[in-house]
């Protein structure tokens, strides 16, 4: 008796647990029609604004230099967000795909219309592009960027490799137009400090020549991204590799000074210019394969055209700079001028540093201006 007085409290508590999950069983399944008739009254009430909306991007892309007039814009941004809050709230009901795939590519296209057209025109502001719009785009695409440096760098070791491993293949690697390079590097130094400080033509020449090529070399980086980025990285890996090769030569000649001396100067602008071209031509691959959007190519196109432009522009400046430090300094060869060449280089490496790392920054969050 006592042992069943004991069990009775037991089974009367997993009783009324049963039937509390009966009663829960049962009303969830009443509530399923409620759901379902939510969601119609949902779609149903919701669906003008969606197709306002969709008649509203069909009437822009017709006429792409449109400008709507303010009442419209309006309109067309309360659309947008009502789109972007049902797609959100769509998302949490079961078997309506196709509704929501439909409800995105408006809200895509919407974005997409929303940021391409840039707003409202602004003047352009020298002074603020530099300290601001150029130094926050670049550190936008960072990962572009270092994936840029990074295929360079794979290439230089390549280079250096190949060279230690067989010496004879610097000529296979060196092109033509600098062939001069061919030459040892200690019977090139001998040379070069001999000639006398005013030999100014034939040094402005060759520094154009050099010029010209890493500019074609830093559009052509970046064209070369329409071919979703293999071309880009081929053109940074043989870049590397004759930089490599070059390296190893003169360091291992004991040439480690005059290198230094030599390609510091325009090098600490000219390589930067290079890899940021590779970063443009990266972020159009990335376009290219569409990962993470809905959008049509043209669509990815547009969203970083801005942002192209301005990469681009950056690197063309950086390459002017260059060519002049190149024609005036770079190409005079004296010992008792290195240390001085030297640090100009190195100043101006880290000017650079530090203005891509941190020019258009909030001072009181760190974060890139907007």
Same mark, same amino acid.
Request: proline share 4%; aromatic share 12%; glycine share 8%.
């Given at each position: ?33 409620? *759901?379902?008739? @939510?969601?119609?009254? =949902? ?63 408006? *809200? ?25 719009? =150029? ?117 291992? @000649? ?52 801005? @942002? ?28 008792? =001028? ?33």
């Amino acid at each position: 008796m006592e042992i069943a007085n004991e069990s009775t409290p037991a089974l009367a508590v997993s009783c009324t647990f049963k039937r509390q999950s009966r009663l829960a069983s049962t009303e969830s399944v009443l509530h399923i029609p409620h *759901v379902i008739l @939510d969601l119609d009254k =949902f779609i149903a009430k919701e669906r003008p604004f969606w197709e306002e909306l969709a008649e509203l991007l069909r009437v822009q892309s017709e006429d792409a230099g449109r400008t709507p007039p303010l009442s419209e814009a309006r309109r067309f941004y309360y659309l947008y967000q009502r789109a972007a809050a049902d797609l959100v709230k769509l998302k949490t009901f079961a078997g309506e795909a196709e509704t929501a795939r439909f409800l995105e590519n408006i *809200v895509a296209k919407a974005y997409s219309q929303l940021h391409s057209s840039g707003g409202e025109s602004m003047p352009f502001r020298p002074l603020n592009w530099i300290t601001k719009t =150029f130094p926050c785009t670049f550190r936008q695409h960072w990962r572009a960027f270092a994936l840029s440096i990074g295929t360079f760098a794979i290439g230089a070791l390549f280079g250096a490799a190949a060279l230690k491993i067989n010496y004879d293949l610097k000529a296979d690697f060196i092109p033509p137009q600098f062939a001069h390079l061919n030459e040892k590097p200690s019977k090139r130094v001998e040379r070069e400090e001999k000639q006398d400080f005013d030999a100014f033509q034939g040094r402005h020449t060759f520094s154009s020549q050099l010029m010209t090529h890493n500019t074609k070399v830093t559009i052509m980086t970046m064209v070369s991204g329409f071919f979703w980025g293999i071309f880009t990285l081929i053109l940074l890996f043989y870049n590397g590799t004759i930089i490599g090769i070059v390296m190893f030569d003169y360091l291992s @000649d004991g040439e480690g000074i005059f290198l230094t001396a030599w390609l510091l100067p325009h090098g600490s602008f000219e390589l930067p210019a290079i890899f940021i071209g590779g970063q443009a031509g990266l972020i159009i691959a990335r376009a290219m394969f569409g990962w993470g959007t809905n959008l049509k190519l043209r669509q990815r196109l547009a969203r970083i055209r801005g @942002d192209l432009l301005t990469l681009i522009t950056g690197a063309a400046l950086l390459l002017i700079w260059a060519g002049i430090v190149e024609s005036f300094l770079s190409q005079y060869h004296s010992d008792r =001028f290195y240390p001085w060449k030297i640090g100009f280089g190195s100043i101006q490496l880290l000017a650079l540093i530090l203005y891509l790392s941190l020019s258009g920054r909030h001072r009181s969050t760190g974060t890139p201006a907007a």
